[in-house]
């Protein structure tokens, strides 16, 4: 549990250490809380939980510091700090969504970068800070990647929940011009019945309701969860590639350029801290310190 004290305490010390980024965190900060308070104005109470929600999160650096006893490189932090506002306040308050068809894309492209850095640093701290396990190269980077394809489904997941049982558009619409389906085929034989160049699509309800689509059909979601985990899967590559390299060849000559690069990436273990409790020592090193005494 985090104590006012220790929290104030550890804020003086990142002011000190880090204060582009306190900069940073106090410049998004107070734009959140006027966004909170144009959405109060608008009386847009679904904004206002966003904006609630997006205070909570930037406090979450600090938190994992302080439970977890670790150091998030300065770097790492602000790209948190500004994903977390281009995704809730921009995209979800200020419809950049919708208002910039690739601003989804960019996004879930860079949280599967950023998960993939994440799940790295997790394995890569048990790998330096146990003597009992040594992992390759190859696997810390495989862990990596897998780490941020598994956050891309679960989110995906999150998004159908919303749609299904909450009435949200989480998954966006995609207008498209063809299709095909087993569907409609009169003699259900699983014969693929190709539908090309719509041109309209009219739906109607039960209750009266006419809905006209212009430009073809209109796909309720696939298109956007299969284009964001395949953009995830791009950054999780991106990312695991770079870790392969980095810690094949840690402790040789590289580029300044990637050691400062996993400098600002790689979450690393708080100063005379140890990920791991002091592993005990075996019967043979116990009898061994005990002869050599």
Same mark, same amino acid.
């Given at each position: ?17 880090? &204060? ?40 979450? &650096? /600090?938190?994992?510091?302080?439970? @977890? ?7 790492? %932090? ?7 506002? !281009?995704?809730?306040? *921009?995209? %979800? ?6 208002? #910039?068809?690739?601003?989804? =894309? ?30 390759? &190269? ?22 159908? =929940?919303? +749609? ?24 259900? /034989? ?14 109607? $309800? ?11 059909? *209109?796909?309720?979601?696939?298109? +956007? $969860?299969?284009?964001? #985990? @395949? ?25 300044? !350029? !990637?050691?400062? #690069? ?32």
């Amino acid at each position: 549990m985090i104590h006012p004290r220790q929290f104030t305490k550890r804020l003086k010390n990142h002011i000190k250490e880090s &204060p582009r980024v306190f900069l940073l965190y106090s410049i998004l900060r107070i734009l959140v809380i006027c966004v909170l308070v144009r959405q109060i104005f608008e009386r847009n109470y679904e904004g206002v939980g966003v904006c609630t929600l997006v205070l909570l999160l930037f406090l979450i &650096p /600090s938190f994992m510091e302080q439970q @977890f006893e670790i150091e998030i490189p300065p770097l790492f %932090e602000g790209i948190i700090y500004v994903f977390i506002f !281009a995704a809730e306040i *921009l995209g %979800e308050v200020d419809h950049f969504y919708v208002a #910039l068809p690739g601003w989804d =894309t960019i996004l879930h492209t860079i949280n599967g970068f950023l998960a993939a850095a994440v799940g790295f640093s997790m394995v890569d701290l048990l790998n330096r800070h146990s003597k009992r396990i040594q992992l390759s &190269p190859f696997y810390v980077a495989m862990v990596a990647f897998c780490f941020s394809m598994t956050i891309g489904v679960m989110w995906e997941f999150i998004e159908c =929940t919303g +749609d299904l049982f909450f009435g949200q558009d989480m998954q966006k619409d995609f207008i498209v011009s063809s299709f095909n389906s087993v569907t409609l085929d009169p003699t259900h /034989s699983q014969k693929v019945i190709h539908v090309r160049d719509i041109t309209q699509t009219v739906i109607y $309800t039960a209750s009266g309701e006419t809905y006209t689509i212009d430009g073809g059909y *209109l796909d309720i979601g696939i298109l +956007d $969860t299969m284009k964001d #985990l @395949f953009v995830n899967f791009i950054g999780a590559i991106c990312f695991s590639v770079f870790g392969y390299f980095y810690v094949k060849n840690r402790g040789e000559m590289q580029s300044r !350029a !990637a050691n400062r #690069l996993a400098d600002g990436l790689i979450v690393r273990t708080a100063k005379n801290q140890s990920i791991l409790r002091e592993e005990p020592e075996d019967a043979d090193d116990r009898r061994d310190s005990l002869h050599d005494g």
